[in-house]
């Protein structure tokens, strides 16, 4: 069983900055679409932005001015930067990896971590 890691959450001032780190195997980042979501108690998850295992990056257009995704294939790693933190922006913040065979797709998710903007 594949298992991806997120990491880096936590208590943060709004105006401030954080980064957030995924780890998953050599297999899934060969191959493999990452991305970071979120997801608010009561409402739905949102995607924030995914990167391709060949670097190429897609943003909810609302997140792409303070949100900064990227990853380092050798290190098999992602990250996502976080800038200007508001207290809107407090989630759970996922690690996704998806991939799509011609009939099928597979994907797996992090355990989340907590991000609260707050002073």
């Known amino acids: 069983q594949e298992r991806i890691v997120e990491s880096g959450g936590g208590l943060v001032q709004p105006g401030g900055s954080l980064r957030l780190s995924c780890t998953a195997s050599p297999t899934i980042f060969r191959t493999y679409q990452m991305g970071w979501y979120r997801q608010v108690p009561g409402k739905q998850r949102e995607m924030i932005a995914t990167i391709t295992s060949g670097g190429m990056t897609d943003y909810k257009e609302s997140m792409k001015e303070r949100f900064t995704i990227s990853r380092d294939n050798r290190k098999t790693t992602m990250w996502l930067q976080m800038t200007d933190l508001k207290p809107e922006d407090t989630a759970i913040y996922y690690c996704?990896?998806?991939?799509?065979?011609?009939?099928?797709?597979?994907?797996?998710w992090g355990q989340g971590t907590q991000v609260t903007v707050s002073s």
């Open positions: 996704n990896a998806r991939f799509e065979f011609p009939t099928s797709v597979s994907e797996f």
